[in-house]
Every structure is written in C-alpha cells, then in structure tokens.
C-alpha cells in the first residue's frame, strides 16, 4: 500500500504542482512562481537563470522569454530543459526534466496581450544577452519603440513561450532530522504512462 498521502496525495502530478503552487502563492512573499531554468551549451557545460513559470498546463509546463536570448540558444540546440522551483516558506522543492518545444501560437499572442503596456515595448527593445552600450541606450530604444508601435503592439515574432514536456518531475518535503519526504514521476517519454517511487532523502 502506497504510504503517499498528505500534500502528495493523488496520483496526477500536474494537480499536485498546481496544489503545491496555489499553497506558496499564499505563503511566500514574492514570486512564488520563480523557476530556476536549467539548459546546457553546446560544450554540455550547465547554465541556469529564474524565470517565470507562467502555466501548468494538464502535461506541461510554460514560461515566455526572446528566441534571440542565451536559454533559448540552448534550448533549441538541445530540446530540453530542467528546473526548480524551492519555496523557503513552505520548505518544499519541485523538480522538472523534460523535452521542450515553442509555444509560439494564439496563446503566446493571449499572454503578450495580458501583459502591462511597458512590459510588451520592453520586450520588443531588448535584445536579450546581447552586449547592451549603456542603460541610455537601451531607453532610448524603448523610446523608439514606443513611438512607432504605439499603444497596442504586436507579439514580437522573436518573443514567446516555450512549453516543457516532463519525463521526471519530483516533489520534495523537508522532514524532521532530515528525513525528508520525495516522490519521483518518470516515464520514458511524455508518450508514457508515469511510474511513480519514493526515494530516500
Ligand atoms: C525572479 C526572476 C524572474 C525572471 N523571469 C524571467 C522570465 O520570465 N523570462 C525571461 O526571459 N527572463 C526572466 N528573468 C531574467 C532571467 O533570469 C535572465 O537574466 C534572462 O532571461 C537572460 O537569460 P539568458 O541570457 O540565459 O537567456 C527573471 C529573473 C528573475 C530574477
């Protein structure tokens, strides 16, 4: 008999991520939706940088950032990623390893349009992880930007999403003594039914 109960209750570990999420929006005082996302260059040496988990979908994960950038490099050359997400407040970990597409389609269009006014110019003016002159420069660019796409610009085509297929996800609980609680979801592609096992800690 399964000794997993509690907050890793159920079996679909979508829910339980969305669970454990909605806990630390509660809990945790900013950005509890900050994941440390995990790819690797083309010399399989790591790199890593927050970004913000926007959607647990029902067998994925999304965040957005600019195609042009150093991650999005990676991504592409690779076709994975992993990250973390650790909330001090609630002391739990979740862990993410997959094969990642682009989500570059009407629902990257719906998330630009969400976005704050500044937000969407900012992100058609930066060049992301290219060498930028000056801080003058980059507003001046937004100043640019701003006066010749007006107030409601499009979707810069070199700006979206990009969508992680899990093959791993573990869910952590810090325990007394150290003891701490982890149960891991595998399966061999995002095809695959999921095995789930308790590791030790
Ligand atoms: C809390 C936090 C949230 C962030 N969210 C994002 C994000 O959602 N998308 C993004 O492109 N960069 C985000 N950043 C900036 C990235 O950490 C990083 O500096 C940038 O994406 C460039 O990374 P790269 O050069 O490895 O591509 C965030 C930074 C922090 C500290």
Redesign the pocket.
């Known amino acids: 008999m399964s000794d997993r109960t509690g907050i890793f209750a159920g079996d679909d570990p979508f829910v339980i991520a969305r669970r454990w999420l909605a806990e630390a929006e509660d809990s945790e005082i900013n950005?509890p939706n900050?994941i440390a996302l995990s790819t690797v260059d083309t010399d399989g040496l790591p790199?890593v940088?927050?970004?913000?988990l926007k959607e647990i979908e029902d067998d994925a994960f999304v965040?957005?950032?600019?195609y042009g950038?150093?991650?999005?490099q990676e991504i592409e050359t690779a076709g994975k990623a992993a990250f973390v997400m650790h909330w001090k407040s609630l002391r739990r970990q979740l862990r993410v390893r997959g094969t990642v597409t682009r989500e570059d389609g009407p629902q990257a269009d719906d998330y630009y349009a969400s976005r704050s006014l500044k937000s969407r110019l900012g992100a058609w003016a930066s060049h992301?992880?290219q060498p930028l002159a000056s801080r003058a420069t980059l507003m001046a660019e937004v100043a640019k930007i701003t006066a010749t796409h007006g107030p409601s610009p499009k979707r810069p085509p070199f700006w979206g999403g990009y969508r992680i297929s899990p093959v791993e996800i573990e869910f952590w609980a810090d325990g007394a003594f150290r003891l701490h609680d982890r149960f891991v979801w595998r399966r061999v592609t995002p095809r695959d039914g999921w095995y789930i096992t308790r590791l030790s800690p």
């Open positions: 950005d900050a790199n940088r927050m970004v913000l965040f957005y950032t600019n950038s150093t991650k999005a992301q992880s």
